[in-house]
């Protein structure tokens, strides 16, 4: 039961290049997407959201990008530095106050 | 800033005996969310909870598990009796009332079953 699919469980790029994080997810019904960001020993922090009547959003280095009849987002992050490295968890929930649904993440680790 | 606490970091319990993960969540938010996150899996949702009740529940919270908040800041997941698979890390969350459903996590709660 994938709802929400995090293909790539592992990523590494240079200091100061973009960092690509895909997500697709199966249901049409969703539409509000957060991403999270994880430190080892911490708790998933948010990082950014979009709604599905966007289909961007930006906040300084972190852009999500929401293509919905691909039922498919991608959070960029541009340039992107060594504190960055950690496991980037893509969410959503279907409406209201219902559970957001978690992909398994993808660790990206960002090279000096 | 505000932020979610949970106690202990790490409890270690031997299978059948009862536990009890406790959490203090951001002091205006109204709903609490517990999610567990077995070791190299997806973080599932447990449990939520508004208005000093189970607002929704997952198949995982059977009747073996318990959710309460017995004052004004504490919420505790409790578990009757302990499995081996009931290792994971368990995480407590919170939202304010009206915002979109952002969850303001804690750091997590370590639960090894031996």
């Known amino acids: 039961d994938q709802q929400v699919k995090q293909n790539s469980p592992s990523l590494s790029v240079q200091e100061g290049r973009i960092s690509i994080l895909n997500c697709d997810y199966t249901n049409s019904m969703f539409d509000y997407f957060l991403w999270y960001k994880k430190y080892p020993a911490e708790g998933p922090t948010f990082l950014i959201s979009?709604?599905?009547?966007?289909d961007k959003n930006e906040d300084g280095r972190f852009t999500v990008f929401l293509n919905k009849s691909a039922k498919h987002l991608s959070l960029h992050i541009v340039p992107s530095q060594p504190g960055d490295s950690a496991v980037y968890f893509c969410a959503t929930f279907l409406q209201g106050n219902t559970p957001l649904v978690f992909g398994k993440g993808t660790r990206l680790s960002v090279i000096a | 800033e505000p932020e979610v606490t949970q106690t202990p970091s790490h409890q270690v319990t031997q299978m059948g005996q009862e536990v009890i993960l406790r959490c203090v969540p951001i002091?205006?938010?109204?709903?609490f969310y517990w999610y567990r996150q077995i070791l190299g899996q997806k973080v599932e949702f447990l449990v939520s909870f508004y208005n000093n009740e189970i607002s929704e529940k997952s198949e995982i919270f059977d009747d073996q598990f318990s959710v309460e908040r017995p004052d004004g800041s504490n919420f505790t997941l409790k578990i009757r009796s302990t499995k081996l698979e009931d290792s994971a890390m368990y995480f407590c969350?919170?939202?304010?009332?009206?915002?979109?459903?952002?969850?303001?996590f804690g750091a997590g709660t370590r639960l090894s079953v031996l």
């Open positions: 002091s205006n938010h109204l709903y």
């Open positions: 969350a919170s939202r304010i009332l009206l915002a979109k459903n952002i969850q303001y």
């Open positions: 979009i709604s599905s009547i966007k």
